[in-house]
């Protein structure tokens, strides 16, 4: 069953992370046939319709706030007061260097695949997420 959005601000994950503020979207199973603006609209592109009333349509995430690089510090200190500036700002400045961020991010990313994140979406993060961290922390002394 071919089922649609509309009326809905998509943002995509594509590689310009496009944005439709007026948009529509239909997908199949797990397909997405088509997206745009809703100046393309098409009432019999889908058999059902859900109404986004304006609100934000973008793609699932199982984190969208990780710090895959901070995996070994992961819960250090979670019941102690200002636990940032006591523990972790400090290990940060000491410890973290680009082959640390480069094990727990792959680690993270292998973590990630336990509630089914699908793997296209772990290829993106290493192909967009992983440069990055290379060339902040080259720059490192």
Known sequence: MKI???????????????EYPKGFLVFEEDKILS??????????????????KGGILMPGMING???????P????????????????FPLERDCVNKALIEKSSAYAMAEMRF????PSVICTMRKILLPKWRRRWE???
Do not use: Q
């Open 139 to 141: 720059c490192v002394p």
């Open 115 to 118: 509630p089914g994140l699908p």
């Open 65 to 71: 706030h990780v710090h895959c690089g901070m995996i």
């Open 73 to 88: 510090f992961r819960s250090l200190g979670d019941d102690t007061k200002d636990r940032l500036r006591r523990f972790l």
């Open 4 to 18: 649609g959005y509309k009326n809905v601000w998509i943002l995509t994950m594509d590689m310009d992370f496009s």
């Open 35 to 52: 997206l745009g603006s809703m100046e393309e609209y098409r009432e019999d592109s889908a058999e059902y319709w859900i109404d986004g």
